[in-house]
């Protein structure tokens, strides 16, 4: 059998986290704090360097250019008369004179600087007596005035290669002048081996202190994997320490511990839903099981036996419906049931309901009183809706003294349409008023099932009136009747 690529993907996975171990959350901040900071601090370090540098040597060139010229100037040559030095850019109008081939060069001297002469050939013609054996570098490839770095001896210099030019304009010799730069090499050097040995323990005693920052900035976080860990069934009340600044992990602390309220809130609420529902179906089950025991007993009456397996369909009709309900709460909280909203007449539904429970009602004597009766269009799912009514007329009549009356108004307030169902029961106290919506509440908080219902009725009218955005609430007096309400949106 092939495997899925999703087995390969995840043994591939596997392999690679056996090799690379993911790293914590407090290491991957450092290290991607100190990557950054270490190209930062690389990008920094280049660019001191390499403008230390281009600084240095542009001094340097334009130490090159006055040696270049103070040298011309103080030279006294007799002989034929050169044009001036036009390519040079710190000379306007120097005059050099030439005695022949033999150039007196000793006389051309600087301070700290090496000067050479060249004939056009590249034969060195004449020197500054502090250049002794040595000779300049010269470079007959370059044209003009070219400065570039070369040596004398095993001395570092800058150099710079000036042409002579006669006034025609042709070249007719060069001369080169140098200065050393060993010092200030020697000093780049320095600079760089102090900046080479000093980033890897900048950048690791970063790495460290960033750790430990991110080790205190993220504690919250290792509390909330500490409670999450010791959450169970029996401290779910746990809940996580708030950090005293309230930044985003104060945030995520709080966001944390209202999920887990509602998490409790869900967990207590499907608590009870299980053992209410279970209580529900194990009463009529033990009722069915016992009447039949008994029925098997002994030989019984034809009318015996029609009694009680009547009795046993009523009561597993009773477990039908409370099934039924079950499921129809299931379907809308999972939301897999499909709503079919549109608009329709309220008063002909309501109508529809009231008809059908008109057999019901009579039954105790009760009576239905119209009081306004608005005509008006609402949004909502016919079935819904109906489900919705005959949910709490029937309520109403079931908890109705015999005799009474439960009276109905619709009437526009505000431009919604407002439908309110009276009866004259028992009411319910008012501490007990929000929680009649809940599912398996009874207010008697008996679980006898005397009245015949479950407490899952006003449950669904709950759900169904809130998918539809239809307001729904309930007023109360004890001894006197409830009132349930019901506000419809505009179109």
Same mark, same amino acid.
């Given at each position: 059998m092939k495997p899925s690529d999703n087995s390969v993907s995840s043994s591939r996975y596997a392999r690679i986290g056996k090799f690379f171990p993911p790293m914590s959350l407090r290491n991957r901040i450092a290290f991607y704090y100190t990557v950054t900071t270490a190209l930062l601090m690389a990008a920094v370090f280049g660019a001191i360097f390499f403008s230390i540098d281009r600084i240095v040597f542009l001094h340097f060139d334009q130490e090159l250019r006055h040696e270049a010229s103070e040298a011309l100037q103080k030279a006294r040559l007799k002989g034929k008369l050169f044009s001036e030095l036009e390519r040079l850019c710190v000379l306007d109008s120097t005059e050099v004179k030439l005695n022949g081939d033999q150039l007196p060069v000793e006389r051309i001297s600087t301070d700290s600087g090496f000067i050479q002469i060249f004939d056009r050939k590249g034969r060195v013609i004449g020197k500054s007596f502090n250049l002794e054996n040595h000779s300049l570098k010269f470079n007959t490839s370059y044209s003009g005035v070219r400065f570039f770095d070369s040596t004398v001896g095993t001395e570092p210099v800058r150099e710079v290669q000036v042409p002579l030019m006669d006034k025609k304009g042709e070249v007719v010799a060069w001369m080169a002048v140098a200065i050393p730069t060993g010092n200030i090499l020697r000093i780049f050097l320095d600079l760089k081996s102090v900046m080479l040995a000093s980033f890897p323990v900048i950048i690791l005693f970063l790495f460290i202190m960033t750790r430990v920052i991110a080790g205190r900035s993220i504690r919250p976080i290792e509390e909330v994997i500490s409670t999450a860990e010791t959450l169970s069934q029996e401290n779910f009340g746990q809940r996580i320490p708030l950090p005293r600044q309230h930044d985003e992990l104060y945030r995520l602390s709080v966001t944390i511990n209202a999920l887990l309220d509602r998490l409790q809130e869900a967990f207590e609420r499907e608590k009870h839903f299980t053992a209410d529902a279970s209580h529900e179906l194990r009463t009529p089950l033990a009722v069915v099981k016992g009447t039949l025991d008994v029925l098997i007993r002994k030989p019984r009456t034809l009318e015996h036996y029609e009694e009680k397996i009547r009795y046993c369909l009523d009561e597993l009709q009773r477990m039908s419906r409370l099934i039924d309900q079950l499921l129809i709460l299931a379907r809308y909280e999972q939301g897999?049931? %499909?709503? !079919?909203?549109?608009?329709? #007449?309220?008063? &002909?539904?309501?109508?529809? @309901?009231?008809?059908?429970?008109?057999?019901?009602?009579?039954? *105790?004597?009760?009576?239905?009183?119209?009081?306004?009766?608005?005509?008006?269009?609402?949004?909502?799912? &016919?079935?819904?809706? +109906?489900?919705?009514?005959?949910?709490? @007329? =029937?309520?109403?009549?079931?908890?109705? &003294?015999?005799?009474?009356?439960? #009276?109905?108004? $619709?009437?526009?307030? =505000?431009?919604?349409?407002?439908?309110?169902?009276? +009866? !004259?029961? &028992?009411?319910?106290?008012? +501490? *007990?008023?929000?929680?009649?919506?809940?599912?398996?509440?009874? @207010?008697?908080?008996?679980? =006898?099932?005397?009245?015949?219902?479950?407490?899952?009725?006003?449950?669904?009218?709950? %759900?169904?009136?809130?998918?539809? !955005?239809?307001?729904?609430? $309930?007023? =109360?007096?004890?001894?006197?009747?409830?009132?349930?309400?019901? $506000?419809?949106?505009?179109?």
């Open positions: 897999t049931a %499909k709503l !079919h909203i549109a608009p329709l #007449e309220f008063i &002909p539904a309501l109508e529809s @309901v009231i008809s059908r429970m008109e057999r019901l009602a009579g039954e *105790k004597g009760i009576i239905f009183v119209r009081q306004k009766r608005d005509e008006g269009m609402v949004s909502a799912d &016919p079935a819904m809706l +109906d489900m919705i009514l005959e949910n709490i @007329v =029937s309520n109403a009549i079931k908890f109705s &003294p015999a005799g009474s009356s439960i #009276e109905i108004d $619709v009437a526009r307030q =505000s431009g919604l349409l407002v439908c309110t169902i009276a +009866d !004259h029961g &028992p009411g319910i106290p008012e +501490d *007990k008023l929000q929680q009649v919506f809940d599912r398996f509440y009874r @207010v008697d908080e008996s679980r =006898s099932s005397g009245t015949g219902g479950f407490g899952l009725g006003l449950s669904i009218v709950r %759900k169904l009136a809130d998918l539809q !955005h239809i307001a729904v609430s $309930v007023t =109360s007096r004890e001894q006197e009747g409830s009132t349930f309400r019901l $506000v419809f949106q505009r179109l």
